[in-house]
C-alpha cells in the first residue's frame, strides 16, 4: 500500500499528513525521560551547530530528541518514505538536505557543509537509507571534521512498541507509554585527521550511537536490537 501511495504526489502528501498526526499523537502521550551527557546537554542547549546522528530505524520519533525552536537541518534520500517523512517533521526541519549514502552522497555532503556553516545543526541517520542497519558511514565524520561541528548521538525508545521486520527493524511507536531519549557525550574529528583517523572516529560514533540505543531500549524494558553483520570483505563505512 505504502508503495501506491509514493507513485504519486497525492499520495505522498496524504500519508505525510497521516504520519505527522500519529507522531503528534504518540509524542503528546508519551511521559517522556531525558537522560543526557553534561556535555551532550550544553550543546543542546547553546547557539553553535551540531551534528544530531541516530540511526534509521529511529526516525519516526526523532522529532522528540531535537530541542525547538532550534533550526535543524536533515539529510533525506528522495525515496518515498523519506518524502512522506519530511513532511510529517516539516515543523522541525528548516532545512531538507536531498542526498544518501546510495544516491546523491556527494550532493548531501556539501548540503551539510553549507548549512553547518550557516549555523544550522544537521541531523543525519549514518545507516540510512538501506543499511547495513546500525552501521556507520562516513559522511557526518567528514562532515565534522571539515566544519568542527560535534557529533551528538541520540537514541530514543518506548516501553509501548512494535519492531518491523525491515531491514533496520524500524521501532513503531504506540501512544500512551513511557518514553525515555538518550544523549551520549559529543564526538569531535580533528580537522587534520587522516584516513586512519578518520575511521577510528567513525568507529566511535558507530559505538557510541550502538550505546546509546541499547541503553534507552534496556531502559524501557526491552532487550536491545543488534547491528547488523559486517559483510565479509566489506567496509561499512564505505560511501558517505
Not at 525508545?157 to 544523549?183: E, K, L, Q
Request: glycine content about 10%.
Amino acid at each position: 500500500m505504502l508503495k501506491r501511495l509514493t507513485r504519486s504526489d497525492a499520495g505522498v502528501r496524504a500519508a505525510g499528513l497521516l504520519a505527522r498526526l500519529i507522531v503528534w499523537l504518540v509524542r503528546s502521550t508519551t511521559r517522556w525521560e531525558r537522560v543526557a551527557d553534561p556535555e551532550a546537554a550544553a550543546l543542546l542547549a547553546g547557539p553553535a551547530p551540531l551534528i544530531g546522528a541516530f540511526w534509521h530505524n529511529r526516525l519516526m520519533l526523532i522529532s522528540a530528541t531535537w530541542p525547538r525552536p532550534r533550526p535543524l537541518a536533515m539529510v533525506m534520500s528522495e525515496h518515498g518514505d523519506s518524502r512522506i517523512l519530511g513532511i510529517a517533521v516539516a515543523g522541525y526541519v528548516t532545512r531538507p538536505i536531498w542526498g544518501s549514502s546510495r544516491r546523491g552522497a556527494a550532493t548531501a555532503l556539501k548540503g551539510m557543509l553549507l548549512a553547518l556553516r550557516d549555523g544550522i545543526s544537521v541531523g543525519i541517520t549514518p545507516d540510512g537509507p538501506r543499511g547495513p542497519r546500525m552501521r556507520c558511514r562516513r559522511g557526518l565524520v567528514q562532515a565534522a571534521m571539515r566544519t568542527g561541528a560535534p557529533i551528538v548521538p541520540a537514541a530514543w525508545s518506548v516501553s509501548r512498541r512494535t519492531v518491523a521486520r525491515s531491514w533496520d527493524r524500524f521501532v513503531i511507536a504506540w501512544p500512551f507509554g513511557r518514553g525515555v531519549i538518550v544523549y551520549g557525550p559529543p564526538i569531535r574529528v580533528p580537522a587534520e585527521a587522516d584516513a586512519a583517523a578518520v575511521e577510528s572516529c567513525r568507529l566511535a560514533v558507530e559505538a557510541a550511537l550502538n550505546a546509546v540505543t541499547a541503553d534507552a531500549d534496556r531502559r524501557m524494558g526491552h532487550a536491545p536490537i543488534e547491528p547488523a553483520p559486517v559483510p565479509s570483505g566489506a567496509v561499512a563505512g564505505g560511501g558517505s
